[in-house]
């Protein structure tokens, strides 16, 4: 009987088992496991109220708990989503997703480690491939509620921005504006804004971003509400319209009924009128001459100097920022971003270039009317992209466009060959190293490489462009003359920002530290191989940079022939092995004060002793004692145009030679 009873106890334990083993069953059959877009951060293509992944990975889900979810951010304008499965239980980028449960993945914005992501979760296959910023309402009003501060968070405006650009159209009827570039407006309050003006025969039109509660060229924006962007003259040949629908200010209409547009300086107009009235047209014809006269002679006397950097109009903004490279068919297209999920045709010819993270090639792009331009390739490796995505941001910033910065044509992922590209301007004199060591330099060639280095340093540490934007300071890191291309004019242009580091106002002294010792050994500030950085103090981070520009204006002069005793190139602290180590540095740099030498027959030249001078103030071994890279800017400027003696009969007996300058 106890047998029996074990036996029976037995045969209900089982089916105890196997019914439970059939509940899980049908409970899994009843959650099956999601299926999700899965890719790493990448640009993401939005309009309206909506944006769609590019993503072309879909997932299964490891855990049937899993949903769809995407964290969504914008940097320098691009819109970059990542999208992955998640465990709903667990927080995402520090944050726990609230709503989940419908198919639509509605994105909420929220506030973690001073960085302001969109996040949303759904429910569904592939729910999480479009994201909705808000569903619109009945009046169209684009609005999204914020999660942390629970009131309404307006979105901001789409726009085209591409400041000022050459166009064909004529000023009549309807045009568009050629613009290549759509930018998410920085602030909420911002409208589309276009200006057409023509000048001299040339024509261009700017696209922008602009606050209406702020004068336009000294115009009061009073259309800003309509969706069309409606030409208003301000003067002849220069009109003005602004307008708050997506990527409105793309198309300009001209009207025949054109009015001016309100000034809020009614008084000063009549005033000026009644003047030009009034004064007799002979006065009038000498105050031009007298000005044609004035203007000829301070242009005249700015092609010896670097680039004024306040007071510009927009054309003389849109010159500087053309600079000199409108000569160089490599960099025609330049700062255009590519938006099309097309990749350029493009043909490498050879390698030019290697470094710790990517090759760069020489390579050819095609145009559609089959002739080539010659372009800059920079190629990661798939493991790379970290590496790829920091240098990409770095140059997505249009506000980056600088004469004195190698300029970017678009940025591109090659799946089928697991790479990521960089194309640029091609130069084909190569980095600054490779051309000292092959060239002898003159004085006004000195001026000019080591002037046109000192810009590019100074835009890169400004807080506003030379035309007065606003921009976000950038530190190199990395200084050195290998990092320096020469352009055929004998100008410099910084590259390669891989270590580049955006001095954003909202960045903390942690997200700093964090940053890491970086740059190469051979160019790092004391301070930098002792890794005492004041990260109180964003300066210091320019101060570095300035310390490792010493070094390369000290490359540039000793290669100068007006001091009539030029060694062979040699890099600075050239004593030391080819790459030594941090240890190394610090021992020369650090313990022992070394400095590269600066040679006796460098005073013979006055401009060579001002020079040298100006270069030990900036490897000062205090940060603080160093100048700024500005300052720089006008040294070498007042150095250049000042009048400079020729060496002495002693100086040129002694060296066997006669000076060129």
Same mark, same amino acid.
């Given at each position: ?146 999660? @942390? ?226 372009? %800059? ?18 140059? @997505? ?127 790092? %500030? ?110 070498? @400027? ?24």
């Amino acid at each position: 009987m106890e047998r029996l009873g074990s036996v029976g106890f037995g045969s209900v334990l089982l089916l105890v088992c196997l019914m439970m083993s059939g509940a899980s069953a049908l409970l899994h059959s009843a959650n099956p496991h999601s299926q999700c877009k899965s890719c790493d951060p990448q640009p993401a293509d939005c309009k309206s109220y909506q944006c769609i992944s590019n993503c072309s990975v879909s997932r299964v889900c490891p855990n049937p708990q899993d949903i769809c979810a995407v964290a969504w951010w914008r940097d320098a304008g691009i819109v970059t989503v990542e999208t992955r499965c998640h465990d709903p239980s667990k927080p995402l980028y520090g944050v726990m997703l609230e709503d989940y449960s419908s198919s639509d993945c509605v994105l909420t914005i929220r506030h973690t480690s001073g960085i302001t992501l969109r996040l949303c979760g759904c429910t569904g296959h592939e729910c999480n491939k479009r994201m909705l910023l808000n569903k619109p309402s009945d009046n169209s009003e684009l609005d999204l509620l914020n999660a @942390s501060e629970n009131k309404p968070f307006k979105l901001r405006q789409l726009c085209k921005f591409c400041d000022i650009e050459s166009t064909t159209c004529n000023g009549t009827g309807v045009c568009n504006s050629s613009c290549k570039i759509t930018s998410i407006c920085e602030d909420a309050d911002e409208v589309c804004v276009s200006a057409w003006r023509r000048s001299e025969g040339n024509t261009t039109v700017e696209t922008v971003c602009h606050n209406p509660a702020l004068p336009f060229y000294g115009q009061n924006l009073k259309d800003y509400n309509s969706s069309r962007c409606e030409m208003k003259r301000v003067e002849d040949d220069f009109y003005i319209c602004s307008c708050s629908g997506e990527e409105c200010n793309d198309r300009l209409i001209f009207t025949d009924d054109a009015g001016p547009v309100s000034t809020g300086g009614n008084q000063k107009n009549l005033l000026s009128l009644l003047l030009v009235i009034l004064v007799p047209s002979v006065v009038m014809g000498g105050v031009m001459l007298v000005s044609l006269f004035y203007f000829y002679y301070v242009c005249r006397q700015e092609k010896l100097k670097a680039p004024a950097t306040k007071g510009m109009d927009s054309e003389t903004c849109a010159i500087i920022m053309s600079g000199d490279d409108r000569s160089d068919s490599s960099s025609a297209n330049a700062n255009s971003l590519n938006h099309n999920m097309e990749l350029l045709p493009i043909q490498l010819d050879a390698i030019v270039g290697k470094g710790r993270f990517a090759e760069v090639f020489r390579a050819k792009l095609k145009h559609a009317s089959e002739s080539f331009q010659t372009v %800059a390739v920079k190629i990661f490796p798939y493991e790379e992209y970290a590496s790829w995505k920091s240098e990409w941001e770095i140059f @997505s910033d249009a506000e980056l466009r600088h004469e004195n910065v190698l300029q970017f044509l678009t940025a591109e992922d090659r799946k089928a060959a697991r790479q990521y590209w960089l194309i640029t301007a091609y130069h084909e004199r190569g980095n600054l190293q490779e051309f000292l060591s092959q060239h002898v330099i003159s004085w006004d060639e000195l001026c000019r490489l080591g002037g046109s280095l000192a810009r590019g340093v100074a835009h890169l540490h400004a807080d506003q462009t030379q035309c007065g934007r606003a921009k976000v300071a950038i530190v190199h890191r990395d200084l050195k003359s290998t990092n320096v291309l020469v352009k055929s004019d004998l100008t410099c242009c910084l590259c390669d920002f891989g270590l580049s580091l955006r001095l954003d106002s909202s960045t903390s002294p942690e997200e700093l530290a964090n940053s890491g010792q970086v740059g190469t050994a051979r160019y790092m %500030a004391p301070e930098v191989l002792e890794s005492r950085m004041d990260l109180e103090n964003i300066e210091s981070f320019k101060q570095a940079d300035v310390y490792s520009m010493a070094l390369v204006l000290w490359e540039i002069t000793s290669r100068c022939s007006a001091t009539g005793d030029v060694q062979e190139y040699k890099p600075p602290f050239g004593k030391l092995k080819e790459h030594p180590c941090v240890e190394s540095m610090k021992d020369d740099v650090i313990r022992d004060r070394q400095r590269p030498e600066i040679p006796a027959s460098w005073s013979n030249h006055t401009g060579v002793h001002l020079l040298s001078s100006t270069i030990e103030e900036c490897w000062d071994h205090d940060p603080e004692a160093r100048l700024t890279a500005q300052c720089v800017v006008e040294r070498i @400027s007042d150095i250049s145009s000042a009048v400079i003696p020729p060496l002495s009969a002693d100086i040129i007996k002694s060296t066997g030679g006669s000076d060129e300058k």
